[in-house]
């Protein structure tokens, strides 16, 4: 009997110390998933297309930038956006992350929509500027901060 009882109290100890720590790694799933969603975000078209927008806006032909984001930048944002909601995630921090990533997406579309109005007038007030400039800004930034997360998470480093 005092076996018995000294074996229950060793296994209840054994219980009580492994739950007083939540030091595992995040599981296998989430770390696919981070990476995965990671590798998407590594092949975002919208930057290297902005590029070519910002030359014709230096170039002094902001009506043909506005035109180029209109039927090619925005257009390819968004069906990079629905490629990202369209990824499968099995993890409510996979399924939060994503909503994130989506959201700053979404954010940087309207940003692109504002700007290519904005300039599609030809001169541009510079406070219009400033405001949409500022909106890109805040979603480029947002998806940094994303990214950031999800290479931590693929690493096993998120807090």
């Not at 030359?55 to 009506?63: C, H, N, S, T």
């Not at 929509?113 to 890109?136: H, N, P």
Request: charged share 25%; hydrophobic share 45%.
């Amino acid at each position: 009997m005092r076996r018995a009882f000294s074996s229950a109290v060793f296994l209840l100890a054994l219980v009580a110390f492994g739950c007083e720590k939540e030091t595992s790694p995040p599981p296998a799933n989430l770390a696919a998933e981070a990476e995965g969603l990671n590798a998407l975000l590594a092949s975002d078209p919208v930057a290297s297309a902005l590029e070519d927008v910002e030359y014709l806006v230096d170039q002094e032909r902001p009506v043909h930038a506005s035109e180029q984001l209109v039927s090619t930048v925005i257009p390819a944002s968004t069906r990079y956006r629905e490629t990202i909601d369209a990824f499968a995630v099995e993890t409510s921090e996979g399924r939060r992350i994503k909503r994130r990533l989506s959201r700053a997406l979404s954010a940087r579309e309207e940003a692109l929509t504002r700007y290519a109005t904005a300039i599609g007038r030809g001169a541009v007030e510079d406070l219009e500027l400033a405001v949409t400039f500022r909106a890109q800004r805040e979603a480029e930034e947002e998806l940094l901060a994303v990214q950031d997360a999800l290479l931590a998470l693929a690493s096993g480093t998120a807090p």
